[in-house]
């Protein structure tokens, strides 16, 4: 029998299944939250996919530091997010990577199919590892300063997590083959070298890995307890050398506590604070979803955070305009024809607008019954695009 203190394999076990349970749940509510959105124009539906992405407050930070506003796509609750990655990445590195996102999640499972197949995953060379992991550094700079100069949600068509919310819309070749593309790339090279994307190309990973030399929380390794084993080395999906560190400071941890969870010997790795206390994986996991789901929480009765979608009509009152059309016609400056989107459908637009919805079947040639589905999804259909009847409704009004 070795002389070495066993760790509590329970333990292990159950922080591992916690954690993946946390992982599996958020990924299962935003893919099933962005497929209502896309494929229902219903207003009270939830937000889309723009919404729910910590990325949009990096694209539209420059806009909101200079009083332009949010640019197009982006809600507050982007910002919010953002806030709530970088609070996490002080409390506890990169932990939303880890713990909680879902494109993450995504590559953690084709990463374990691979695993399964494969004896022994190969490995990048190590002269072309170190420089391709700061691509994500200059993919970051990139865009941060390209929406900055176009005000625009710009990385939005390269996005491989938004390509995903897309996949089963008829938008997604057309508008998101380029996304899809990376998304493809980035599981197919997760089959083969764990968290491809979080390693090479991810933005986010970047943006966080600046903050967390500043983490309070950190993973350290006691040397005599350590029985240079190396199961941290295999267990390590980001490839990190933990078994010859005494405290684990790479920006490229994504806090996922596989190394803690994989160690056979007790207080070799811990999570630990400054003072040197000592904290669960379980008990971190907690923490980190307890912060991030308080953020969110405040944010929400604050009413910076927007779950569902408002209808066209409450846009437009909110925006202090009223319905605009009468039989003998009125000013079209009373609707703001630039709150049509291609989501919405022509009934939600006859309803806002006041234009009778038998117009809008007597100009595009659209049936009743296909009067409320999105126009992106019937343009082809009928030969029209939403910019057209944008113009159009805004000739009615002005007649």
Not at 344 to 371: C, H, N, Q, W
Request: glycine letters at 10%; charged letters at 20%; a neutral charge.
């Amino acid at each position: 029998m070795s002389s070495y203190e066993r760790t509590d394999k329970t333990a292990q076990k159950r922080a591992r299944i916690l954690r993946w349970g946390i992982l599996g749940a958020v990924l299962a509510f935003i893919t099933a939250a962005t497929y209502v959105h896309v494929h229902f124009s219903n207003a009270g539906r939830p937000v889309g996919v723009d919404a729910l992405c910590p990325f949009g407050g990096i694209e539209t930070l420059f806009t909101l530091i200079s009083g332009a506003g949010f640019i197009e796509k982006v809600a507050a609750s982007a910002v919010v997010l953002l806030i709530g990655t970088i609070v996490l990445a002080l409390v506890y590195r990169r932990s939303f990577c880890g713990q909680i996102c879902p494109l993450g999640t995504l590559q953690g499972l084709f990463g374990s199919l691979g695993g399964r197949f494969m004896r022994k995953r190969p490995t990048v060379p190590r002269g072309i590892d170190r420089f391709a992991r700061f691509l994500k550094y200059g993919i970051l700079a990139f865009f941060a300063v390209w929406s900055w100069q176009a005000a625009e949600l710009v990385m939005r068509p390269y996005d491989p997590w938004v390509a995903f919310t897309h996949i089963t819309s008829s938008e997604l070749l057309a508008e998101f083959a380029v996304g899809a593309g990376i998304l493809a790339l980035s599981l197919a090279g997760s089959l083969i070298y764990e968290r491809f994307f979080c390693k090479y190309l991810c933005p986010m990973g970047a943006f966080l890995g600046l903050f967390s030399k500043l983490s309070w929380f950190s993973i350290k390794r006691d040397a005599d307890a350590c029985i240079d084993c190396g199961a941290c080395d295999k267990a390590c999906p980001m490839n990190i050398k933990v078994s010859t560190a005494e405290k684990i400071t790479a920006s490229e941890c994504i806090s996922c506590n596989e190394c803690v969870n994989s160690c056979p010997a007790a207080g070799a790795l811990e999570v630990s604070a400054p003072s040197g206390k000592a904290f669960s994986a379980a008990k971190m996991t907690g923490v980190v979803v307890a912060v991030l789901a308080v953020i969110v929480a405040v944010s929400t009765v604050a009413g910076a955070f927007t779950w569902t979608m408002p209808s066209l009509k409450d846009a437009v009152e909110g925006a202090g305009h009223s319905e605009g059309y009468t039989e003998t016609g009125s000013s079209s400056s009373s609707f703001d024809t630039t709150l049509i989107k291609g989501y919405m459908s022509m009934a939600e637009i006859a309803d806002a607008s006041g234009i009778p919805a038998e117009r809008f079947t007597e100009k595009y040639g659209v049936p009743a019954a296909d009067l409320g589905k999105p126009m992106k999804e019937i343009k082809d259909q009928y030969g029209f695009l939403p910019d057209d009847v944008k113009v159009w409704v805004e000739q009615e009004l002005a007649k």
